[in-house]
């Protein structure tokens, strides 16, 4: 196999010219978390893969969770045992593949009266909940009276609290997460790209999928692109892709809707994170995630334009409503939330329930065309969803050479490279950042530990390439060297790219984008040569990207 190029968007052009010339294995449609999933667990079989993604890749459900990769405690509720066991086997595989990136913390469940969990059930639970998802040592669950809880938390209120339950979670960032995974796809051959629209499946006599019909976002060039099995990954357009193939069935998705709201750390300063009763019935989640706390989720049914999912004022009335309650002293209103992100859960349709009773598990639909479909599922079992494709795709397509394929080995495969090995060793580099960038006059630990769990060692690359900018603030250097960083190393190719996806800095740091936002924009112009009609329609992007996250609507958009 000849050598894989660069996961750079400079590479862009001859990749599309692979997309048109050559015949894959497989070609996957969608670039989230799950397609990346898959085109993983494909390429390192020694399959010849293709990825194609509309818009940029995680733009959807991959960069809208709560980012969690988390057991799945609520669905002992329902029973979902073997989920609850996947689950927990997963989440320790995923850290141990990227552990800067997928971070053990220790989440706090207060009991209060009346509320979901008492005292009895939350021990039996988490103690059940251990059992499936393997924990163990320090990370098995502590249950705590009244006063512990409250040395652990003491924003919770006094005169509600019976105690509490202490158990394992692992926060991620989810689109991080899909791009290193999709990195690591093209490392192993996969031809990867975003920004190319399906429009159409091209038939034939045997009206099996003979090519897809797509277009080049970037350029308007239109594309063939042919393959002997054809996987949708499409997340929430799953069935807009099956419509497309003509092989839609009763079996349908049902999408339910989720927002988180951030503040700054100082307005909602927990010391850890926490899973607390809201008034419905239901639970969502605090986490403080270095300069923020972030809170989420909601849960409800959408019928709306999935293209653009905003936040509404019930939304936020909702999520408030829950956090002052569960913390009196805090008095937040709409106008303390710094940003917010709303996506859609991609459920599968079960009559009579509500979205927080329809279950998580993925499913797979095969059509007669060929066109394999997989939808639902969660983040944390995005590995074992690409297993089940792949192997449906062995499966159903007889006629493929499989003799020379080697077995699923992604449980070993680093997603970064060069790796890290623990949660010791991200610690002991991310006190290296920080001596280094107090050399070059950072003083603020944030900046060290931001670097760290967003590129992992690859840091050293952003650290050694800022010093090649000179006459600029040492912040200055260093965003500009993500740029070039995120333009060489992960198909990098527009504002929102960068500062959402990338970066996480609409979610994370919102007030620094108007700060960065003319530098970037200059390099991008001098990288990629943008024309004027091209700067102003991202300058128009990130403006209207920057107004959904800051603002509460009446009403979603039909």
């Known amino acids: 196999m000849k050598k894989p190029l660069e996961f750079s968007f400079l590479n862009r052009p001859v990749l599309i010219e692979q997309l048109q010339t050559e015949t894959f294995d497989v070609a996957i449609i969608g670039g989230g978390i799950t397609g990346a999933g898959i085109a993983l667990d494909a390429a390192t079989r ?117 105690g509490g339950g202490l158990y394992a979670e692992y926060r991620t960032d989810d689109a991080r997460l899909t791009t290193e995974i999709l990195k690591k796809a093209a490392s192993f051959g996969a031809t990867i790209v975003n920004y190319c629209v399906l429009e159409s499946f091209n038939y034939n006599a045997n009206s099996k999928i003979n090519y897809l019909n797509c277009t080049d976002k970037i350029t308007g060039t239109n594309l063939k692109i042919k393959a002997v099995n054809y996987v949708s990954a499409a997340g929430p357009w799953v069935d807009q892709i099956r419509a497309k193939d003509q092989s839609m069935s009763p079996k349908h998705l049902h999408l339910s809707k989720g927002v988180h709201i951030v503040f700054p750390f100082e307005k909602l300063p927990i010391k850890q994170s926490l899973y607390f009763d809201v008034s419905d019935g239901r639970m969502i989640f605090a986490i403080p995630r270095g300069r923020i706390t972030y809170v989420g989720t909601t849960d409800t049914n959408y019928y709306s334009n999935i293209d653009r999912v905003v936040a509404t004022k019930d939304d936020a009335k909702y999520l408030l409503q829950g956090i002052n309650k569960a913390f009196p002293a805090v008095n937040l209103s709409i106008n303390d939330i710094e940003s917010n992100w709303a996506g859609l859960r991609p459920l599968i349709y079960e009559e009579d329930k509500d979205p927080s009773e329809l279950s998580r598990k993925d499913e797979l639909f095969i059509s007669k065309s060929g066109l394999i479909s997989i939808a639902g599922g969660k983040l944390t079992g995005y590995r074992r969803m690409a297993h089940r494709a792949i192997e449906a795709v062995l499966k159903t397509n007889k006629t493929m050479v499989q003799e020379n394929l080697e077995p699923s080995k992604t449980e070993n495969i680093p997603l970064v490279t060069p790796s890290l090995k623990n949660t010791l060793d991200v610690e002991k580099y991310q006190k290296q950042l920080e001596t280094t960038l107090i050399e070059l006059g950072v003083s603020n630990n944030y900046y060290a530990w931001y670097l760290c769990s967003t590129y992992g060692k690859n840091a050293d690359i952003i650290i050694r390439e800022s010093s090649n900018f000179s006459n600029q603030d040492v912040l200055e250097r260093l965003i500009r060297a993500e740029l070039l960083y995120c333009l ?71």
């Open 46 to 162: 020694g399959l010849k893969v293709c990825l194609i993604e509309k818009l940029d890749f995680a733009s959807g459900t991959s960069n809208k969770s709560t980012k969690l990769i988390h057991g799945g405690l609520r669905y002992l509720k329902q029973f979902e045992i073997g989920l609850v066991r996947e689950s927990g086997t997963e989440r320790a595989i995923v850290h141990k593949l990227a552990p800067h990136l997928v971070v053990p913390v220790k989440m706090l469940l207060p009991l209060v009266e009346g509320g979901t969990y008492g005292k009895i059930m939350t021990s039996l639970g988490l103690k059940l909940y251990d059992f499936l998802a393997n924990v163990n040592g320090d990370d098995k669950r502590l249950m705590l009276d009244k006063n512990e809880t409250l040395v652990k938390e003491a924003l919770l209120d006094k005169n509600t609290i019976l």
């Open 488 to 558: 060489h190393h992960e198909m990098t190719g527009s504002l929102s790219d960068f500062f959402v996806r990338r970066t996480g800095r609409l979610y994370f740091d919102i007030k620094s984008i108007n700060t960065y936002m003319p530098l970037i924009l200059n390099d991008f112009i001098n990288y990629l040569n943008w024309d004027t009609a091209r700067v102003n329609s991202e300058k128009d992007n990130m403006a209207l990207l920057i107004k959904d996250a800051t603002t509460f609507y009446a009403e979603e958009f039909k």
